[in-house]
């Protein structure tokens, strides 16, 4: 028999998350209010005595001229992923998204697929054979994560590719670094760090960075710099309306959703970044930092503090997000993924993104449309 679904208020979505250890910064109820550009929705998932056993934030965006959405759970949606009959709860999630008009559905779960160790990733980097992380082998395979992935394909989903080149895709990173903090001291957290990032924090302390948390009216400092950034690593920076609307939403729902976190030095920000934080899960969202005085080392400084401060909160995972896929030498974004191995962390692949065509011709029209932007 399978679960009801129906459209379920805020403040039921959020109480059921919260209840979780975990869930993804994108499968809050506020996340829909920093997308203004798609219509959010909070589904829930009931069983025969009307308790709500699964949620899901569910972002509609039109086709233009027509009233047909591609609808999208990014990173979700929060329901049982184990259980062996997964039909029972996404049936009914697929009939209620085309009674609301959508023509597709994109969703991520949140499933790992393949950890590797640092070490693992430090090989595969010296390793002039291996061209993609995902060709290297893996330290922990999660056999749950290929049944899983069997049954959705047997069910009529498609999965996505992991995206172009350099591994960040449009939808949501498949390849991401995490820290595991559960049970572990914040000594043993340091101790992990490679010799490198030790000797950049104590650097950083010596030469007088001091790192501060900020609010609101200091995201137009991280801005400037953000901007910097996007110009350096040759990618297109969002508007700062954006982060203040992301600011604003978040922290409404939770103080501690967003915080953000400047580097200075003499006066002047060298560094700033944000992070997010859902019941046990901390991510380092935006990161931003100029090219002046690199010798103080604000970036390890940053990344120390934030650390620091999500092991107090409680964490059990410090997720860097994306990373590339690629091990070429000559990818720009190689420096980034060596940067968060000197953490000691692991690389993470979930079973990205999948699709459910529910009228394949608009289906199609969409893909084509995507592949020429």
Do not use: C
């Not at 002039?128 to 959705?152: G, K, N, S």
């Not at 903090?181 to 490679?194: H, K, S």
């Not at 690199?294 to 400084?301: D, F, K, L, M, W």
Request: proline share 6%; no cysteine; aromatic share 10%.
């Amino acid at each position: 028999m399978s679960f009801r679904l129906k459209a379920i208020t805020r403040e039921e979505h959020l109480a059921f998350v919260t209840a979780r250890p975990s869930a993804s910064h994108m499968q809050v109820p506020s996340w829909g209010d920093v997308k203004p550009d798609w219509r959010a929705e909070s589904l829930g998932w009931l069983d025969d005595n009307d308790r709500l056993v699964g949620a899901g934030l569910v972002l509609f965006r039109p086709l233009p001229k027509l009233r047909r959405y591609l609808a999208y759970l990014p990173e979700g949606p929060v329901i049982d992923w184990d259980t062996p009959d997964l039909q029972r709860w996404l049936e009914p999630m697929l009939a209620y998204l085309k009674a609301q008009g959508a023509f597709s559905v994109k969703m991520g779960p949140p499933v790992v697929a393949r950890r590797w160790s640092a070490e693992a990733v430090k090989a595969a980097i010296a390793d002039p054979q291996a061209r993609q992380l995902r060709d290297a082998e893996a330290t922990v395979h999660e056999p749950r994560a290929f049944d899983i992935a069997d049954r959705l394909r047997r069910m009529g989903w498609h999965q996505a590719e992991p995206g172009s080149e350099d591994g960040f895709a449009a939808g949501q990173p498949r390849y991401v670094f995490q820290v595991p903090f559960a049970e572990r001291p914040l000594a043993d957290i340091l101790r992990g760090l490679n010799q490198q990032w030790r000797r950049n924090i104590k650097k950083a302390e010596k030469a007088g960075v001091k790192v501060v948390r900020g609010g609101y009216d200091d995201l137009p400092a991280f801005y400037d710099i953000y901007v910097e950034t996007a110009e350096r690593d040759r990618f297109i920076p969002r508007p700062l309306a954006y982060f203040q609307r992301m600011w604003t939403a978040l922290t409404a729902e939770d103080p501690n959703r967003m915080r953000l976190y400047l580097a200075h030095h003499e006066g002047e920000v060298l560094a700033a970044a944000t992070m997010l934080t859902v019941g046990e899960h901390v991510w380092y969202s935006y990161g931003a930092s100029t090219s002046r005085k690199r010798e103080v080392q604000p970036n390890n400084a940053i990344q120390w503090r934030m650390m620091s401060d999500a092991h107090e909160l409680g964490a059990s995972v410090y997720d860097f997000r994306g990373i590339t896929d690629t091990l070429d030498e000559s990818n720009h974004l190689l420096g980034l993924l060596r940067f968060k191995v000197g953490t000691g962390g692991q690389a993470v692949e979930y079973l990205g993104e999948w699709d459910f065509p529910l009228n394949k011709l608009l289906h199609k029209a969409l893909d084509l449309y995507m592949s020429r932007r």
